[in-house]
């Protein structure tokens, strides 16, 4: 599978990744979840889940 780069967004900050058999979760810092969800939609990947975390 080919990665491609999705545009930076000052509004979405990637945290770290984890892998866990055959799936992979990734930690962001963004204001809502609407965001978190566009940013996927742009990298073509899924976003099923992005509950609120206070810092």
């Known amino acids: 599978m080919a990665m491609r780069a999705a545009r930076p967004r000052p509004d979405i900050e990637w945290v770290k990744s984890f892998v866990d058999a055959d799936k992979t979760f990734c ?10 969800k566009k940013h996927a939609e742009i990298g073509g990947f899924p976003a ?5 975390s206070a810092r």
Do not use: C, M, Q
């Not at 930690?27 to 978190?36: F, M, P, Q, R, S």
């Not at 099923?48 to 609120?52: D, G, I, L, N, V």
């Open 27 to 36: 930690v962001y810092l963004a204001k809502d979840g609407a965001i978190i």
């Open 48 to 52: 099923t889940r992005s509950p609120k």
